[in-house]
């Protein structure tokens, strides 16, 4: 996320009848191993001819959902980690949504915050009897951005600081923050920040160079820290995000509080890239995208919604197959000229696979929008079931949905 961290990020439906394709995703973390394909083949062709291929769980899941039930999985709603909003998370229940994003500030410890998360995943969705249950995320990074602390959450210092650490001291370390967040019922962190912050820029780089949440000021730097720190957490079981792609580093606008934001430097074979594909490379299970424009990379679309970026850069050459999220498309000055329910589908559109929205209440407008193109055109509907796989794919890994 780039907002300012002082701040706060802030009924059974008849089931749509729809394709269900058999589709296979291979979203392996580091450390989890579970690949999400069917069963092997008989090795005899003829066999093979005759056996049908079993389901994977992600497939029997998804084949039970009712058709609002999957929409829902593609959104991720801010809840308050300190004062949770009843009538905002009764918006999320009634829109099906699967994820939600803990955020603003919270000192109460863990057992508050497992508390909370326990209580929101008690109103998780069931599919087919069984419980598809919710990617509880929050922005633990260090520093200026730590939403969660109290007893038992360690007080983590800032990325610029992790930087200077050895590699293997920070992978120990965040493993050790990652099963903190564990036990406070947090499966996802929106960390670590992939971003490379020029030092002639430094503290002029308002979303990140402001806060010191980069871990140094060349790639060479940044990658091996922003990729120990996604395998720390790997170890711990809880998934990672890689932040904010293609690179928030050469922009001087936040775009949390500002319009128009413009990176005229970063292009496809930027340096600055590296840290994502040394993330990737480990198998980070998430990367978010940035709301700002890259003129040198596709002028025309902000990264959120461009294809060039989600599908070409990051899908097709450095051969992400994970969940790609959106930076907040709720409370941004930075899409906030962009109608909501048309920010979901552009997003979806460009190949984005779940939208955060820091303000649970614009998810209706967002889900109903979803839906009509759903209804209306295939090819985004082949999408939004691609996307829906992986997201309950990643689920699984964090052991939020089983079907034994």
């Not at 994977?56 to 039970?64: E, I, K, L, Q, R």
């Not at 955020?103 to 497992?114: L, M």
């Not at 928030?248 to 500002?258: A, F, M, P, S």
């Not at 700002?292 to 050459?317: G, N």
């Amino acid at each position: 996320m780039t907002l300012r961290p002082a701040l706060s990020r802030g009924s059974r439906v008849r089931r749509a009848v729809w394709p269900v394709p058999l589709l296979t995703f291979s979203l392996v973390a580091a450390g989890l191993g579970v690949a999400h394909t069917s069963q092997a083949m008989p090795t005899d062709a003829a066999s093979a001819r005759r056996a049908p291929q079993a389901a994977t769980c992600v497939d029997t899941v998804f084949a039970a959902m009712s058709g609002p039930q999957r929409v829902g999985q593609l959104f991720m709603g801010g809840v308050n980690a300190s004062k949770p909003d009843q009538k905002r998370i009764a918006v999320l229940r009634k829109y099906h949504v699967g994820a939600v994003f803990l955020a603003g500030r919270s000192k109460s410890g863990t057992k508050a915050t497992k508390s909370l998360a326990d209580s929101l995943q008690a109103k998780a969705d069931t599919a087919g009897g069984h419980r598809v249950g919710l990617l509880v995320s929050t922005d633990q990074e260090g520093g200026q951005v730590q939403v969660l602390s109290g007893p038992g959450f360690s007080t983590i210092p800032s990325g610029l600081t992790q930087g200077t650490w050895s590699t293997s001291k920070l992978r120990g370390s965040a493993a050790t923050w990652a099963k903190q967040l564990k036990a406070a019922g947090v499966n996802l962190n929106l960390a670590p920040v992939a971003d490379v912050v020029p030092s002639s820029l430094g503290k002029n780089n308002a979303p990140i160079g402001r806060y010191d949440r980069e871990y140094g000021h060349s790639a060479a730097t940044v990658a091996p820290h922003s990729t120990a720190f996604a395998e720390g957490f790997a170890q711990a079981d809880v998934l990672a995000t890689l932040k904010h792609f293609p690179g928030l580093g050469y922009v001087r606008g936040n775009t949390d509080t500002t319009a128009k934001v413009v990176d005229s430097v970063t292009t496809r074979n930027s340096a600055s890239i590296a840290p994502f594909r040394s993330g990737i490379k480990a198998h980070a299970p998430f990367v978010m995208i940035s709301l700002a424009t890259y003129s040198k990379i596709d002028p025309k679309h902000r990264a959120v919604f461009s294809p060039t970026v989600i599908q070409e850069m990051l899908r097709k050459s450095l051969g992400f197959t994970g969940v790609v999220i959106s930076d907040d498309l709720g409370n941004a000055v930075a899409v906030k000229s962009v109608p909501p329910a048309d920010r979901a589908v552009k997003f979806l559109s460009a190949g984005g696979d779940q939208v955060l929205t820091v303000e649970p209440n614009l998810v209706p407008a967002m889900a109903k929008a979803v839906q009509t193109r759903m209804a209306a055109d295939a090819a985004f509907r082949a999408k939004v079931d691609k996307s829906v796989h992986r997201i309950l794919a990643a689920k699984q890994k964090a052991g939020v949905l089983r079907c034994s």
